[in-house]
C-alpha cells in the first residue's frame, strides 16, 4: 500500500481506532518483550478457582462438575444413539470412515488432498511442504508466497477434523479415535509454543481453533485414553488460546465475521470452563460486545452485511452456538431470553429467514461473495453451499413451520439434520416432528435492505427461480480513492437464474486470497459476474488484494410482485468515474404462469446512459456441465434433457457480436470457483459491441424441458414487453 493511501485511510479513521491500533502497536511490543516461554504448571492453577491444585484433581472434577452444560449430552447418550441407528442408519459407519482416514493422516480441504505418512508438520505449508519459520507471531510474513497461501496452512491447524475423531469415538466407543485426537493435540501444542509460529498470526484461526479442540475434547472426557497429564496440557493451552483472544480482537482490522468469530470463542472457552478466573470477564465482555455488534453485523432483512452468502452462515453458526449456550447454562432456569438477548434471537431468526428465501430450488445458495469454505459449526459435512441444517434448527427455535417445509422440500424430504440433532438433542427432534410444515407465506420476495430480490413460481425442487443482486458491494467501502477491504464483489445487477430446478446462470464464485492473483482478482471483478462492463472497467477500482475503492452508489428503485408477474429495477454509478460517466440501470420481468396458465419468462431490460461510445459487455456465466449453442439469433443453454433456457437479445439498430467463452486458459477463459481451492470449466456467453450511449439491450430468458427449444412468439415478446413499460412507468 503506498503513502499517499495510508494517509487517506488515516484520514477516514476515527480518534477512537486511532487511540486503538497505537495501543494495539504497544502491547505486541510488550508482548514481545515479556514473552518468557511455556506456562508453568504453577502459574496456571494459580489461575484457576479449584481448591486442589494437582491434574489428578483437576481431571476428576472436570469429569463430575456438574455446573456446565455443554452440547454432547453424556447423559442421554445411549438414547442418542439408538436415535442416530433410526434417523440416519449411516451415520455411524460414514463418522468412523472420515475418522480412519484422519487416522491415516490423509486431508482433503480447499480443493487439495494431502497424505501424511508418519508426524503430521503442523507449520509446513501442505501444498509446497516449505516450513513456515518458528518465530514471534508478529514477525511471521503471512504473506510470503515463497512458501505457499497461509490459508492451507491455517486451514489444517483449524483442527476441525478433531471433531470428526471425536464424533467417531462417541458413536462408536473405539479408542482408537480418542488416542488418535490426543495424540494429535498433544503434538501440535509441541509443536507450536503460544506465540510462536504461522499458527497464533490470525485471531480467528486460534478462535476456530479453540472451539474445534472445545467439541472434540466434550466427545472424548470419558475416554480411558485421557490421562491426567494430557488434561492438563489441554486446559492450559486452552487457557491461552483465550488469553491471546482477549487481546487481540479484531474490531478495526476484521471488524465482521473476524470478530464475531473471536468473540465467540472467548465466550465458548469462558462459559464451558468457568474455573479461569478471568472466565467471568471474559463471559460478560464478550457477550456484551456480541450483543451490540448483532445489529452492525445484518441488515435488517437478516443478511450479512459483507455480502457474501458463505460468511452470512460462519457469523451466523456463531451467534447461534453462543446463544444456544448462553441459554443451556443460565441459572436457576432463569432464561437468557428474558435478560437482554431477544435482540440477538431475532436477529438469528432473520438471518435464517433470508437464507431460506435465498435457497435455490436445488437446495444449495447462490455464490455471491467470498468464500473460504469455513463452518463455525462443524458436525455434519454437507456439500458445499448446502445450508439447510440452520432451516431445520429454526424450526425448533422459532416454530417455523415455513423453515422446515422448505428444508425438507428441497432436500428430499431429508428432514432434521445431524447438525440440529447435536444442537438441540433428542428434545429437539422431538419438537421438530410436532411442528407442521407449511410452504412459506410468498414464493417471490424483497429484501430491501441488502438489496436481493427473489422471484420464484413456485416452493417445488423444479422451480424457475432468480436471485437479483441489487445491493452495495459491502457496507463501509469508500466511494473516493481509500482503500477498504471487503468480501462482497462488484456484481451489482447481477443475477442468479434457475430453469425448472436446474442451476442454469450463476455467480461463478471464489478461488483464492494469497494464491495465484489473477484468479484472485478475476473472479470479484464485474466481469466474472452476470452484467454489464463498460470499456472493461469493475463497478469499483481495485484496490489491492481484498479491497476496493470508488465504490459505486446503488439504486434499487422498485419492485412489484403478484400472482401473474415480479418486476425489479434498480441502478448503479460506478462507471462515473469515467471521462464520460455512465449510468447502469437494469430491469427484470418475471412472467408468470398464472392464471391463465401461460408459459413463464424473463426479460431483462439494460440502459446505459452516458455521451460517448464505449464498449459494452454483457457476460452471462453459466454453471458447470451446461450446453451452449448459437442458433442464429437464439442461445440455447441445456443442462439435461429436463431443463434448458431460450435466450433472445433484442438491440434497437445495433448488432451486437456474440460468443462462447469456454476453452480459454485462465482466469477468463471459461471457468467457476465453486470453493476455495476448487477450479472446473464452465462456458460464459458474452456479448459485445462498441455503441454510442445511451443505449438499450433487451434480453428474453425462456425456460424449456425437452431437446429441442420451442420458438418464442412474437405475441409472448410484445406481451411481456408491454408488461415491461408499463410497470417502468409506475
Avoid at 508438520?121 to 510474513?141: C, E, G, I, M
Avoid at 506465540?195 to 466434550?218: D, F, P
Avoid at 463498460?534 to 400472482?563: C, F, M, R, T, V
Avoid at 448459437?630 to 439435461?640: F, L, N
Amino acid at each position: 500500500m503506498s503513502l499517499l493511501h495510508i494517509f487517506r485511510k488515516l484520514n477516514k479513521m476515527s480518534p477512537q481506532e486511532i487511540t486503538f491500533r497505537c495501543r494495539g502497536l504497544v502491547y505486541e511490543q510488550l508482548e514481545r518483550l515479556k514473552h518468557s516461554g511455556p506456562l508453568s504448571d504453577g502459574a496456571f492453577f494459580r489461575a484457576l478457582n479449584v481448591k486442589d491444585t494437582s491434574s489428578q484433581a483437576l481431571w476428576n472434577y472436570i469429569r463430575k462438575r456438574e455446573n456446565v452444560v455443554f452440547f454432547i449430552d453424556e447423559h442421554n447418550k445411549q438414547a442418542t444413539i439408538e436415535t442416530i441407528n433410526k434417523q440416519y442408519p449411516q451415520l455411524i459407519q460414514q463418522a468412523r470412515e472420515q475418522a480412519n482416514k484422519i487416522c491415516r493422516h490423509e486431508f482433503s480441504f480447499l480443493g487439495i488432498q494431502v497424505n501424511y505418512e508418519d508426524k503430521i508438520p503442523w507449520t509446513s505449508d501442505p501444498v509446497s511442504t516449505k516450513k513456515w519459520l518458528q518465530k514471534f507471531y508478529a514477525d511471521v510474513n503471512i504473506f510470503d508466497r515463497e512458501i505457499g497461501d497461509v490459508k492451507y496452512v491455517w486451514e489444517l491447524n483449524r483442527h476441525q477434523f478433531f471433531v470428526d475423531l471425536g464424533k467417531a469415538y462417541w458413536l462408536s466407543g473405539d479408542e482408537r479415535y480418542a488416542q488418535e485426537f490426543f495424540g494429535l493435540i498433544n503434538s501440535w501444542i509441541d509443536d507450536n509454543p503460544y506465540k510462536m509460529g504461522v499458527n497464533w498470526t490470525s485471531a480467528l484461526e486460534v478462535a476456530v481453533r479453540s472451539i474445534s479442540w472445545i467439541w472434540a475434547y466434550h466427545f472424548c472426557l470419558f475416554s480411558s485414553s485421557l490421562t491426567q497429564e494430557t488434561n492438563l496440557k489441554i486446559l492450559k493451552s486452552i487457557y491461552q488460546h483465550a488469553e491471546y483472544l482477549e487481546n487481540h480482537l479484531s474490531f478495526y482490522s476484521s471488524p465482521y465475521n473476524h470478530l464475531i468469530g473471536e468473540l465467540s470463542a472467548l465466550f465458548i472457552i469462558a462459559t464451558v470452563f468457568p474455573e479461569f478466573k478471568r472466565a467471568s470477564l471474559w463471559r460478560e465482555k464478550s457477550w456484551k460486545i456480541l450483543k451490540n455488534e448483532a445489529g452492525k453485523q445484518f441488515y435488517q432483512d437478516g443478511i450479512i452485511v459483507e455480502q457474501a452468502t458463505f460468511y452470512q452462515h460462519f457469523t451466523l453458526g456463531f451467534y447461534l452456538m453462543v446463544a444456544l449456550l448462553r441459554e443451556m447454562n443460565e441459572q436457576q432456569g432463569s432464561g437468557v431470553k428474558g435478560q437482554g438477548s431477544d435482540k440477538v434471537w431475532h436477529i438469528i431468526e432473520k438471518a435464517m429467514e433470508s437464507s431460506m428465501y435465498l435457497t435455490r430450488p436445488d437446495g444449495l445458495l447462490p455464490m455471491i461473495g467470498d468464500i473460504d469454505n469455513a463452518r463455525s459449526i462443524y458436525i455434519e459435512n454437507p456439500p458445499m453451499w448446502d445450508f439447510r441444517a440452520f432451516l431445520s434448527t429454526g424450526t425448533v427455535l422459532f416454530n417455523r413451520g415455513d423453515m422446515k417445509k422448505v428444508a425438507e422440500e428441497l432436500s428430499s424430504g431429508k428432514g432434521f439434520d445431524e447438525d440440529s440433532l447435536w444442537l438441540l438433542g433428542i428434545d429437539g427432534m422431538k419438537k421438530y416432528q410436532e411442528i407442521d410444515s407449511v410452504y412459506p407465506e410468498v414464493t417471490s420476495k424483497a429484501l430491501d435492505e441488502s438489496g436481493y430480490y427473489i422471484m420464484r413460481s413456485n416452493w417445488m425442487r423444479d422451480s424457475n427461480y432468480l436471485c437479483f443482486d441489487c445491493g452495495e458491494i459491502a457496507v463501509g467501502l469508500f466511494q473516493d480513492s481509500t482503500p477498504s477491504a471487503a468480501h462482497g464483489h462488484a456484481d451489482i445487477l447481477s443475477f442468479e437464474l434457475s430453469a425448472f430446478g436446474r442451476p442454469m446462470i450463476i455467480d461463478p464464485g471464489f478461488y483464492t486470497y494469497h494464491g495465484d492473483e489473477r484468479l484472485h482478482y478475476y473472479f470479484r471483478q464485474t466481469k466474472a459476474h452476470n452484467t454489464i462492463t463498460i470499456d472493461g472497467q469493475s463497478q469499483a477500482q481495485e484496490a489491492g488484494k481484498l479491497s476496493w475503492s470508488h465504490a459505486p452508489d446503488h439504486y434499487p428503485k422498485k419492485w412489484i410482485s403478484n400472482k401473474d408477474f415480479d418486476f425489479v429495477e434498480g441502478s448503479h454509478d460506478g462507471y462515473k468515474r469515467l471521462a464520460d460517466p455512465v449510468i447502469h440501470r437494469r430491469a427484470i420481468l418475471f412472467k408468470k404462469e398464472g392464471a391463465t396458465l401461460s408459459p413463464e419468462y424473463w426479460i431483462i431490460r439494460d440502459y446505459l446512459d452516458g455521451n460517448r461510445e464505449h464498449l459494452v459487455e454483457s457476460f452471462f456465466h453459466f454453471a458447470h456441465g451446461i450446453a451452449l449453442n448459437i442458433q442464429g439469433r437464439d442461445i440455447v443453454a441445456q443442462s439435461s434433457a429436463e431443463a434448458g433456457i431460450l435466450i433472445q437479445t433484442i438491440v434497437p439498430h445495433q448488432a451486437m457480436m456474440v460468443d462462447i467463452i469456454d476453452t480459454g486458459n485462465i482466469p477468463d477463459g471459461g471457468w467457476i470457483a465453486p470453493g476455495y481451492g476448487f477450479l472446473i470449466r464452465a462456458p460464459i456467453l458474452r456479448y459485445q459491441a462498441r455503441v454510442k450511449l445511451p443505449f438499450e439491450m433487451t434480453t428474453i430468458i425462456y425456460p424449456f424441458k425437452g431437446n429441442i427449444p420451442p420458438s418464442i412468439s412474437p405475441e409472448l415478446i410484445q406481451e411481456g414487453l408491454r408488461l415491461m413499460a408499463e410497470n417502468e412507468k409506475v
